[in-house]
């Protein structure tokens, strides 16, 4: 069995829950070492830069159109039209600005995107996100008046070892909402996040190995 469906399997079997999908965070890597999951039969998949998604997934998505592309990174307002064109799922919708080019995008393009409100759930300065006050109003505005396909709440904790308290909020938040997806928990982090209802991991390295 190569490598990375090796690796693979061993993160399936440490969340054993068909409800959780793993978005294989494929940013930085090649696609010669990102086949070997295509042809596992794997669909989702991760990227954080519209222009390296592009060159790198246009032509397989042409081919596989069952290939599912999350954009995980900070979308910039300018790129809102490629990526409502490419990706099936947006995890980092964080401004009204952002949210308002996406449908108007999807409306030019008629084509539905799934997406999640980014939350800077450690009210840090230097991430992307929401902030927890603003974030009922910025739900309505996206679901009511922008009728976008709001499936759930995405965050990246900070890094200070209290992971399960800001997974624990991210939880209570979306259930107030009444979401039903959470898109939490990477390759450090992960098996913390399924104890508080993520149903989407996004894990690289832990599959892909270490970036150079």
């Known amino acids: 069995m190569h490598p990375i469906i090796q690796r693979f399997e061993n993160i399936k079997s440490l969340i054993n829950n068909s409800n959780v999908k793993i978005v294989a965070v494929s940013k930085t890597f090649p696609y010669e070492q990102i086949k070997p999951l295509v042809d596992y039969g794997h669909v989702h998949f991760g990227e954080n830069k519209v222009q390296e998604a592009q060159n790198k997934w246009s032509e ?7 290939i599912k592309l999350h954009m995980i990174g900070k979308l910039q307002s300018n790129k809102a039209k490629e990526a409502v064109n490419l990706f099936d799922f947006i995890h980092s919708v964080d401004n009204p600005k952002l949210a308002s080019l996406l449908a108007k995008q999807e409306n030019n393009l ?19 996100g929401i902030e927890i006050k603003s974030l009922d109003e910025f739900f309505y505005y996206c679901t009511k008046d922008l009728k976008l396909n709001l499936i759930g709440l995405m965050a990246i ?3 200070d070892d209290k992971e399960s308290f800001y997974f624990k909020n991210m939880m209570q938040l979306n259930k107030l909402l009444g979401l039903k997806e959470l898109s939490m928990g990477m390759s450090a982090d992960f098996q913390e996040a399924l ?3 993520t149903t989407f991991v996004r894990i690289g390295s832990s599959i892909f190995g270490n970036r150079t």
């Open 195 to 197: 104890k508080y209802e």
């Open 60 to 66: 397989i998505k042409k081919k596989q159109p069952n």
């Open 110 to 128: 008629n084509k539905k995107v799934s997406y999640f409100i980014q939350v800077n759930i450690g009210n840090e300065s230097q991430k992307s």
């Open 157 to 159: 904790p900070p890094n």
